[in-house]
């Protein structure tokens, strides 16, 4: 089963700050608005600059999202692994939804089979 990680979302204490800021530094642009924050692109990756929503949340990685061929066959995988379901389920073949999910350790992540903006599922090798 091929698996990619494309998605890594961050709490930062300002999004549109940290947005200029993954601009000005690493040449990112603006793929789109999340609920609440901004995600950013190197036209490969989707990094999600998401504003603080709880006080226990603190600031720095939130999560990460794995990009799989089949939803089902990866969430079967992940478990038998050790890992447990938390939330979300796409509606139909077609929805854009995530659904969470967190290892033995405690760290949650996504699977999707539909992406992020931003984000492409296959990346072409570099020919030398």
């Given at each position: 089963?091929?698996?990619?990680?494309?998605?890594?979302?961050?709490?930062?204490?300002?999004?549109?700050?940290?947005?200029k800021?993954?601009?000005d530094?690493f040449?990112?642009?603006?793929?789109?608005?999340?609920?609440?924050?901004?995600?950013?692109?190197?036209?490969?990756?989707?990094?999600?600059?998401?504003?603080?929503?709880?006080p226990?949340?603190?600031?720095?990685?939130?999560?990460?999202?794995?990009?799989?061929?089949?939803?089902?066959?990866?969430?079967?995988?992940?478990i038998?692994?050790g890992?447990?379901?938390?939330?979300?389920r796409p509606t139909?073949?077609?929805?854009?939804?995530?659904?969470?999910?967190?290892d033995?350790l405690?760290?949650?992540f996504?699977?999707?089979?539909?992406?992020?903006k931003?984000?492409?599922?296959?990346?072409?090798?570099?020919?030398?």
């Amino acid at each position: 089963m091929a698996t990619r990680l494309r998605h890594i979302a961050i709490i930062v204490p300002d999004p549109e700050t940290a947005a200029k800021f993954f601009e000005d530094a690493f040449g990112m642009t603006r793929a789109g608005t999340a609920r609440r924050g901004i995600y950013m692109t190197d036209g490969t990756m989707n990094v999600a600059l998401l504003g603080k929503e709880a006080p226990e949340e603190e600031i720095g990685l939130y999560h990460f999202g794995m990009w799989v061929d089949d939803l089902d066959a990866a969430e079967k995988q992940v478990i038998k692994a050790g890992g447990k379901y938390l939330a979300g389920r796409p509606t139909s073949p077609n929805s854009y939804y995530e659904a969470k999910y967190q290892d033995p350790l405690g760290i949650v992540f996504d699977l999707t089979h539909s992406g992020w903006k931003g984000a492409v599922k296959e990346v072409e090798p570099v020919k030398s």
